[in-house]
C-alpha cells in the first residue's frame, strides 16, 4: 500500500493537487495568511516490536550499528501518523496544517505510540 505524501515541499497552495495538503512545524506560511482556523486535528498509531525483529536487533547489539528494522517501522509509523492527522483536516475542509508537532510515548514494554497534531486552518494568499 503507498501512501499520499503528507508533508508538501512548496507553500504553493494554489498549485496543489487533489488530496495533497500544507502541513509545516511554523505558526505561520510566508506570502499567506490564516482566513479561518479549524481546530485540532490529530493521527496516531500504536506499533509494537516482533520476535524477528527482537533477534536481529539483538545480533545488531552485539555488532553495533544503525538497527534498520526499527529504523523503518518507525518511519512507517510516523507517516501513517501523518497521514491520519492530514486526513482529518481534509474532513474539516482545511487546506493546511500550522504548528505540527510529532510526540512518542510509551504504551507498554515493547509498544510505542507516535502522536503527530497540529492546527487545522484555510489558507489564502496574503494581499
Avoid at 84 to 95: Q, T, V
Wanted: zero cysteines; a positive charge; proline letters at 2%.
Amino acid at each position: 500500500m503507498t501512501s499520499t505524501p503528507a508533508v508538501l515541499h512548496a507553500a504553493d497552495l494554489a498549485h496543489r493537487k487533489a488530496g495533497e495538503m500544507l502541513v509545516t512545524t511554523t505558526e505561520s506560511v510566508p506570502g499567506f495568511r490564516v482566513v479561518r482556523v479549524l481546530g485540532l486535528v490529530r493521527g496516531n498509531t500504536v506499533r509494537t516490536r516482533n520476535l524477528g525483529q527482537d533477534f536481529l536487533a539483538g545480533l545488531r547489539n552485539i555488532v553495533g550499528g544503525e538497527v534498520t528494522q526499527y529504523t523503518a517501522m518507525l518511519s512507517q509509523s510516523r507517516e501513517q501518523a501523518l497521514d491520519r492527522m492530514r486526513a482529518e483536516a481534509l474532513a474539516l475542509g482545511a487546506n493546511a496544517i500550522v504548528a505540527m508537532r510529532l510526540a512518542t510515548s510509551t504504551v507498554m514494554a515493547g509498544a510505542a505510540e507516535i502522536l503527530a497534531y497540529g492546527t487545522a486552518v484555510i489558507l489564502a494568499p496574503a494581499e
